[in-house]
């Protein structure tokens, strides 16, 4: 509103950079300016602050770190996977381009594309600049508003759909409440990807029943679709339904499995 030039407001206004308050400030701001009928408790005064970092100003708060968000990615699912790699904590370049399954000299390419969001430390690792972005990327990873906990049915599927979210996937729910065919559904782009997941070793069996059911369902809806085997040491494998072998079943062994997810779904990318 106040620094686009269009604006009726462009220059009757100028910024103003506001720090984050020291701790004890921030605390005394939440408790003395508290309403007398509802005091806010020392301790819960700085459990918020703990959190939010003392940042004196953030109103509708998921709002605004929604806005700030989707002005720095875009539709670029490498630089939401990019946020989301270092909303944990500080990284080196090769720890994010592994989480993001890309190459050290991209990754570097996002981070600067990322702008005044990510800081360079004096050890090298990079850093997301504020805290409560951080805090608010990791709320709305699996376990947050994308993969609602409630939702999943199991570890093998929650396992699968952090791992879909760390590739880069925009939305992973699950699909059991339709009662489908499919386990999760992934969207990356225009794709949509169906996944049924199987607690197993490889190579996975299917029923022909089971197995029509996931063709026709996949067809229907227009959905590419694989499926993901989650094995006992917790490695995922995911598996190409055009290299199964059929007998009197359907089986997909290590010669269907997919080495890169991402380029499998968008061979241009």
Not at 17 to 29: D, K, R
Not at 43 to 66: D, K, S, T
Not at 218 to 234: C, K
């Amino acid at each position: 509103m106040i620094t686009r030039e269009h604006s009726p407001f462009f220059q009757h206004f100028s910024l103003m950079y506001v720090e984050p308050f020291h701790p004890a400030e921030a605390v005394a701001l939440l408790v003395d300016e508290s309403r007398p009928d509802r005091p806010i408790p020392r301790a819960i005064a700085e459990r918020a602050v703990a959190a939010l970092g003392g940042h004196p100003f953030y109103g509708r708060l998921a709002l605004y770190l929604q806005l700030a968000f989707d002005r720095a990615v875009g539709r670029s699912t490498y630089l939401a996977a990019t946020l989301e790699a270092l909303s944990d904590g500080p990284a080196r370049v090769t720890d994010v381009a592994a989480r993001i399954h890309a190459g050290t000299g991209d990754t570097v390419r996002y981070l600067e594309r990322l702008g005044d969001l990510v800081r360079k430390r004096e050890d090298g690792t990079y850093a997301l600049e504020d805290p409560v972005f951080a805090l608010w990327l990791r709320w709305r990873r699996p376990g947050g508003t994308v993969v609602p906990m409630t939702v999943l049915g199991d570890a093998a599927e929650r396992d699968v759909a952090i791992h879909l979210s760390n590739l880069g996937f925009e939305l992973v729910y699950a699909s059991r409440a339709s009662r489908g065919a499919f386990d999760l559904l992934a969207i990356r782009g225009a794709v949509q990807l169906a996944i049924q997941v199987k607690r197993s070793a490889l190579p996975v069996a299917f029923k022909p029943a089971e197995w029509q059911r996931m063709v026709a369902d996949a067809r229907r809806f227009g959905w590419r679709w694989t499926i993901a085997a989650v094995d006992a040491e917790g490695a995922i494998h995911f598996l190409d339904p055009a290299k199964a072998r059929r007998t009197k079943g359907v089986r997909l062994g290590a010669g269907a499995a997919i080495d890169n997810l991402v380029a499998w779904i968008d061979p241009a990318r």
